[in-house]
């Protein structure tokens, strides 16, 4: 069973820029999909990218995030990550990543039910 700990969060103006780092304990990362959700406050956890599995040639986003986002992975660091730009005040929340393997990464979902595995979260906050 994995254990996974994010970091970088923090606080940003509208416009600027942060990248997530999810530190992934476990004997075999590469057979694991892996994907980061957000929750808003008094609003539902909600997908935000999720990347394949082995070296994450495929890669899933939320329409919300297209084009600003990008999630990757470092299977040698058994890090993923995510970089954030031109960041909004609606991108506030709390950011999670998570894990799975197998059958429920079938598809790259952006479901929150599809991942076993979640790290405890890192705050982002966008100030306008």
């Known amino acids: 069973q994995p254990e996974l700990v994010e970091s970088g969060g923090g606080s940003v103006q509208a416009g600027g820029s942060l990248r997530l780092s999810c530190t992934v304990t476990?004997?075999?990362?590469?057979?694991?999909?892996m994907a980061w959700f957000r929750q808003a406050p008094g609003k539902e956890r909600e997908g935000v990218a999720v990347?394949?599995?082995?070296?994450?040639?495929?890669?899933n986003y939320a329409d919300s995030v297209k084009g600003r986002f990008t999630i990757s992975r470092d299977n040698g660091k058994s890090t993923l990550y995510l970089g954030m730009s031109s960041l909004g005040v609606d991108d506030t929340a709390i950011y999670y990543c998570?894990?799975?393997?197998?059958?429920?990464?079938?598809?790259?979902?952006?479901?929150?039910?599809?991942?076993?595995?979640w790290g405890q979260g890192t705050q982002v906050t966008v100030s306008s």
């Open positions: 998570a894990a799975d393997t197998d059958g429920r990464c079938r598809g790259l979902p952006l479901d929150r039910d599809r991942y076993r595995f």
């Open positions: 476990v004997y075999n990362i590469g057979s694991f999909c």
């Open positions: 990347i394949s599995d082995g070296r994450g040639y495929n890669t």
